[in-house]
């Protein structure tokens, strides 16, 4: 309990984590509300209008509700980042558990393919795999999974290896533990802070990345509500029209916010080494 | 330390041979085929299979890779399927922009992000430093291609008062190429027009470049300021009657510069991929656009090329920010 | 963060000076995209038109609008009664801008190089011409010997530039013609030099008046001396640019909502010119459900097409029934076009699926994402066939990708969205290619249509000379077509471009989208 009234005097990430769970919660509860299919549908009548009581965020170059499109682009961006982040995990952290824990061919081998991957910006990177996949969401979250998981790998390798020397380690290698106990039951909690640190910061970096490639072409596909891609199409209607590319921009920057925000605050809680500030 | 050095050069090798058969294996993967973007819009299906045999695309792959090895070696990346340039030449020629921009979009980062770190650790807790730490959330939040967008739109479009696109003024001849950097050249040739154009030309771009950059560095400079303070160190100084500017200026700021160095490797990459997209929304002229466009025709040799150019000089800068970390902290040389 | 506004501020104000910089006297600021290479036997896009029509030149050339074939380095031609033998005679005395005289040699080697690379534009001849084909008769004379009559032979006469043979040979490297040379410098007669040193692709070329143009310069008293060829990558960037007198002309494709802004702008106008570019939705034919005619007939009449037209595009298109556009010779007046109508639409998909057909797949139409229209086009479509119960999918691609994908039916998409621009002038460009089953594979026959008629109309409009005959023939096709709804053509494009007031003789034509500079002047 202590930890929770600590993490609650910590104001920038309790409204970190608002907005985080504000986010989460229209994801989740949209459908009930917006007919997603509907908010897709041209209404060429209305088309860019600015905002006004009827169209919060005015409307766009097809005349659908910009505020609705925002509304839905969460599910996108927060679905994006969700499937990257795990993805990347499921891959990152058991090849950074064994790199880290185990010496040998293997471990030098995961860890030089670490080096590959990341010796090149990882957005880059992502690009031309997103390319390669052929356009859409689905290969954009795939590029961005196969181009994270190496910041889990490095990650958990370090972790590992710090505690690797620790003393419980030894004393379950002397008792015969397997392998894999040791490395789940064992190393796995005891490095779960930084993952989990990663993993918050990482969902803001996601989304940003995920934006970038919505806005170049190579990510999400109209009629997507997709806030990188509606930036993309908004541009071109400026500056008359600038609500069309100004909002979707700032639902960006807060949902990343909160997740910076929420990972500092978790960072701060969990990981006393890595303090950020105070 | 020359060993240090050399031991980090020789680390790169199996990086860029790892990352060049990466992108080689990603990009025969993928859609699209060179010999019809070579053969153009009117080709018919012989045409094609003229071209992919002339292109070597039946032989086997490995010689394809081995091939492409051989040539980059020699600084030959090839000849662009959709230009048919030699794709050394075009890279030759846009590097340049993308180095001025990210320089500058360097200094910018550190300078600003010094002097407001520096403040906001002395002055922790003032209206100032609370500015500074929203301003830095806000920086790391922000979608950089987005705020190209917005500053373009206040700026350029609204006040009309810095310019929208490109690296000079239309119609201005530009400097003699000595470096490549047009603020540079422009000095050397004594061209003030050109150089006033040019800075006026990448105040936006490279703003937007630097914010997330400048937060970063803003974020941990004035925590280590702020450490530095508190240790014990300036504890004892400040007991013994130093006046306190005198304890910043030598001390603290000497030790709040390590942490900050060794961020700018990192940045790097950060202001590379920014660039992509800031470089698309500015028109600038530089690797970032190249690209985009290159992605967009499946140039594949091009898309290779920029990679591998972008890796090499991540993988400079990175060994240059261990030199100085080296430098700055003998330590670090020794475990490395 | 007070210190940083104050610089900013600072650096804004000490820059602000130079900002006002307009195009010098003299200058004009071509704003519109560059080809991707310069080397006109390699390239063959639309923004190569601009630089063969203004570096180059051809043995004749369109010039106006409609676009009248005009003999250009040629004095005339004649052609043998079978059709196979074409001889055209050259104009004496033209120069190359190193000033060597340009006689048939270079015509042959011209010709000669662009059939033997197989690149570019020479998917016209190369059915038609082997390289052998092209013969000196003398000095000034050239032959062309067909292996069959090819009607069309003429009109695609401009789309070769002529090459300067010595300095193309002395810089040949690896056998390639020259081409690595010649994709970033020049070796032409036009009007217009470039300067290869200031080249940068996609981003700057300037172009310097050739004094010795064989044409002369007595028609235009008061010509353009240098041409900055700037391209702007984003129409609103591009509009901006025009609008602050930064540009002197952006391209020729502007949005409506730009359009509205440059005509209300001061010193600033829209050039508006009907041209010859259809809009189609590419169906492809030999994928279920697309292969039943009644489902094509259903997505004609689903496609809400004043809605686009009026409204999206502000009514800046004319709607466009058939393959051909509908100002040149061979589209029938009396063609019906197909209408916006959801009861009919879902009669046509109704009797689709009692005909077995399944329309409970998710369709997918691919658009070009750099290019809007096709995505605004595409989500017409689909909320159209969302209404009669058809799903419909977007899927994002590049014309790379897409023309790659043209090559097999398998690969082809169900649907696209694509232009046809006027690459010569005749209904070969558009109904020939696109539905002639023989052009299977290519991206301009990517519907896959099949039809033993069509196709027997189409070799005889190839082969008869005479424009009437063929005129019938090929209405008496688009007819056929149109009844089986192929695809869904949609408009004939009309070209908006914004130009400067202080640019006279702006002369469009289909070819070229009015790019040619030498008509033009700075007032």
């Given at each position: ?9 910590d ?7 608002i907005?985080?769970f504000?986010?989460?919660?229209i994801?989740?509860?949209d459908?009930?509300?917006?007919d ?5 549908r ?11 009581w009827e169209?919060?965020f ?7 509700d910009i505020f609705?499109r925002v ?5 996108t961006a927060?679905?994006?980042a ?11 952290v058991?090849?950074?558990l ?19 991957f990341?010796a ?7 690009i031309?795999?997103?390319?390669v996949l052929g ?11 196969v ?17 690797r020397?620790?003393l419980?380690?030894?004393a379950l290698?002397g ?7 040791i ?8 490095v779960?802070?930084p993952?989990i640190?990663r ?10 990345t995920?934006a970038v490639?919505?806005?170049l072409?190579?990510g ?7 806030w990188g ?9 400026l500056?008359?029209?600038w609500?069309f590319a100004?909002?979707?921009g700032?639902?960006?920057?807060v949902?990343v916010l ?14 006393p080494r890595?303090r950020?500030?105070? | 330390m ?11 090798i199996?990086?860029l ?6 992108t080689?294996v990603?990009?025969?993967?993928g859609?699209?085929?060179p010999?019809?973007a070579?053969?153009?819009d ?9 071209i992919?045999?002339?292109?070597g ?9 081995f091939?492409y090895?051989?040539?980059a070696?020699?600084g ?11 794709v050394?030449l075009?890279?030759?020629q846009?590097?340049?922009?993308t180095?001025?921009?990210t320089?500058?979009a ?11 770190g520096v403040l906001s650790?002395v002055?922790?807790n003032?209206?100032?430093?609370h ?7 806000i920086?790391?939040a922000?979608?950089?291609?987005w705020f190209?967008i917005?500053l ?16 000079l ?5 530009s ?6 950097l047009y603020?540079?050249?422009a000095?050397?040739a ?7 154009s ?7 771009p490279a ?6 950059g400048?937060?970063?560095?803003a974020r941990?400079t004035?925590s280590s300021?702020?450490?530095s303070l508190e ?10 009657g ?10 603290v700021?000497?030790n709040?510069?390590?942490t900050?160095v ?6 790097f990459g950060a ?8 470089e ?42 261990d030199?100085?970390?080296?430098l ?8 490395m | 963060?007070?210190i940083l ?9 000490l820059?602000?000076?130079p900002?006002?910089?307009?195009a ?9 995209t560059?080809?991707?290479g ?9 923004p ?11 043995l ?5 609008n409609?676009?009248e074939?005009?003999p ?7 052609v043998?009664d079978d059709?196979?033998t074409?001889?055209?005679t050259?104009k004496?005395?033209v120069?190359?801008h ?6 048939a ?8 190089r662009?059939?033997?690379?197989g ?5 016209a001849f ?5 390289p ?6 003398d000095?000034?004379t050239v ?6 009559p090819?009607a069309?032979?003429?009109a695609?006469i401009p ?34 030099i470039?300067?290869?040193g200031?080249y940068?692709?996609?981003?700057r ?5 050739f004094?010795d ?5 007595d028609d ?6 240098v041409?900055?060829a700037?391209p702007v ?6 509009v901006l640019?025009?609008m602050r007198?930064d ?6 494709y ?9 005509k ?10 009907e ?9 492809n034919?030999?994928?279920?459900p ?11 009449h689903a496609f ?13 298109a004319?709607?466009n029934?058939g393959?051909i556009?509908k100002?040149?010779?061979g589209?029938?007046d ?5 209408t ?6 879902q009669?046509f ?13 998710t ?15 595409a989500?017409v ?7 009669v119960?058809v799903?419909?999918?977007l ?6 990708n897409?023309?790659s ?9 169900d ?5 046809v621009?006027?690459y010569?002038?005749?209904p070969?460009?558009?109904?020939g290619q696109?539905y ?9 026959a ?9 196709d027997?109309?189409l070799?005889q ?5 005479d424009?009437?005959?063929r ?15 192929a695809?869904i053509?949609?408009?004939n494009?009309v ?5 400067s ?6 002369k469009?034509s289909?070819?070229?989208s009015g ?6 002047s700075?007032?």
């Open positions: 309990m202590l930890i929770f009234k600590k993490f609650l005097r104001i920038p990430a309790v409204l970190g984590f907005i985080v504000a986010a989460i919660a994801a989740i509860a459908p009930l509300f917006i997603a299919k509907l908010a897709n041209p209404n060429i009548i209305a088309r860019l209008q600015p905002p006004s169209y919060p005015g409307t766009d170059n097809l005349g659908r609705i509304i839905l682009g969460t599910d927060l679905g994006i969700l499937g990257v982040v795990l993805a990347a995990m499921a891959i990152g058991p090849l950074g064994y790199a880290g824990y185990s010496d040998g061919l293997v471990s030098e081998v995961i860890m030089r393919v670490t080096d590959v990341l090149v910006p990882q957005l880059i990177l992502a031309a795999l997103a390319q356009r859409g969401i689905e290969s954009a979250m795939v590029a961005l999974a181009t994270y998981w190496p910041f889990f790998t490095r990650t958990v390798y370090a972790e590992v290896r710090r505690v020397t620790a419980f380690v030894e290698e008792l015969n533990a397997s392998r894999t106990r490395l789940f039951a064992h190393v796995l909690p005891n779960a802070a993952i640190v993993a918050s910061i990482g969902m803001g970096f996601i989304i940003l995920a490639l919505g806005f072409g190579v999400a596909v109209p009629p997507s509500p997709d891609l509606a930036i993309a199409e908004g541009r071109k209607y500056p008359e029209h609500w100004t909002f979707p700032l639902a960006i920057l949902l909160g997740f910076n925000l929420l990972g500092d605050g978790l960072r701060d809680l969990l990981d890595l950020r500030s105070r | 020359v060993l240090f050095v050399i031991r980090r050069l020789i680390l790169i199996p990086i041979l790892g990352l060049l058969l990466l080689f990603m990009l025969r993967m859609p699209g085929d010999a019809a070579i053969a153009g009117n080709a018919t299906p012989e045409q094609i299979a003229a992919r045999e002339d292109l695309l039946n032989d086997p792959a490995v010689f394809q890779f091939d090895l051989v040539r070696a020699q030959d990346f090839g000849v662009s399927v959709y230009s048919n340039r030699p050394g075009d890279i030759a846009r590097l340049p922009a180095l001025e921009l320089i500058v360097l200094l910018i980062a550190t300078v600003f992000g010094l002097i407001i650790g002055w922790r003032s209206t100032f430093d500015l500074v730490r929203i301003f830095a959330v920086g790391l922000t979608a950089s291609f190209a917005m373009q739109l206040v700026f350029s479009m609204d006040l009309g008062i810095l310019p929208l696109r490109g690296r003024a239309t119609g201005m001849p400097p003699p190429v000595v470096t490549g603020l540079v050249d000095l050397l004594g061209r003030l027009d050109a150089f006033w040019a800075l006026a030309h990448i105040i936006l703003f937007t470049i630097a914010l997330g400048l937060a970063t560095i941990f004035r300021v702020i450490s240790s014990e160190y300036a504890a004892y100084e400040t007991a013994v130093y006046p306190r500017r005198r304890i910043i200026t030598p001390y700021l000497r709040s510069l390590v900050p060794t961020q700018i490797g990192l940045l202001f590379v991929s920014n660039a992509v997209a800031v698309a929304v500015f028109d600038w002229p530089g690797l970032g656009s190249y690209l985009v466009e290159a992605i967009f025709t499946n140039d594949y040799q091009a898309i290779l090329a920029v990679t591998l150019v972008i890796g090499v000089i991540y993988g400079i800068v990175n060994i240059c920010v030199v100085i970390h080296g700055l902290d003998p330590r670090v040389a020794e475990t | 963060m007070r506004h104050a610089a900013m501020f600072a650096a804004v104000t820059t602000a000076a900002l006002a910089a307009q010098p006297e003299g200058e004009l600021v071509w704003g519109d560059l080809p991707k310069l080397d006109p036997h390699v390239v063959y896009d639309v190569m038109q601009f630089y063969m029509l203004n570096v180059y030149d051809g004749y050339r369109y010039v106006g409609p676009p074939l005009t250009w380095l040629a004095q005339g031609h004649e043998s059709g196979l074409w001889t055209f050259l004496d005395g120069t190359f190193d000033g060597s005289p340009l006689n040699d270079d015509v042959v080697y011209s010709f000669q662009l059939l033997e690379m690149q570019g534009p020479s998917g190369l059915p038609v011409l082997d052998s084909g092209v013969e000196k008769v000095d000034l032959q062309f010997t067909l292996k069959h090819y069309p032979f003429l695609a789309l070769v530039s002529i090459v300067n043979e010595d300095v193309v040979k002395a810089n040949e490297a690896d056998g390639d013609f020259g081409a690595g040379w010649l994709s970033s410098n020049s070796a032409g007669s036009g009007a217009y470039p300067d290869a200031t940068v692709p996609q981003e070329l300037d172009l310097a008046r004094e143009h064989f044409y002369g310069w235009n008293p008061s010509p353009i001396d041409v900055r700037y990558q984003e129409t609103s960037t591009r640019a025009l007198g540009i002197d002309a952006t391209d020729s502007l949005p409506t909502d730009q359009v509205e802004r440059v209300g702008a001061e010193g600033v106008d829209v050039s508006q010119d041209s010859m570019r259809i809009m189609i939705i590419r169906m034919n030999k994928k279920p697309f292969d039943n005619a009644n489902f094509r007939k259903c997505v004609s809400d097409y004043s809605a686009f037209i009026d409204v999206i595009l502000g009514g800046y004319e709607r029934a393959p556009p100002n040149l010779w589209a029938p009396d063609l019906e076009p197909y916006f109508d959801l009861d009919l639409a009669e998909c109704d009797a689709a699926r009692a005909e077995g057909a399944d329309l409970d797949r369709l997918e139409i691919h658009i070009q994402s750099a290019l809007d229209q096709t995505t605004q086009s989500q479509l689909q909320a159209g066939l969302g209404a119960g799903n419909v999918e899927i994002a691609s590049t014309w790379a897409l023309t994908q043209a090559a097999s039916p398998e690969t082809t998409p649907m696209w969205v694509h232009w621009s006027t010569f002038v005749d070969e460009n558009w109904i696109m002639d089953s023989d052009f299977h594979g290519t991206w301009k990517s519907a896959w249509y099949q039809n033993d008629e069509v027997s109309l070799d409009a190839r082969a008869e000379t424009q009437a005959e005129a019938k023939l090929y209405e008496e096709a688009s007819r056929k077509i149109v009844a089986d709804a695809d053509w949609i408009y494009t070209q908006l471009r914004g130009l007031d202080r640019v006279d003789g702006y469009f289909p070819v070229g790019g040619e500079i030498r008509w033009m700075l007032n």
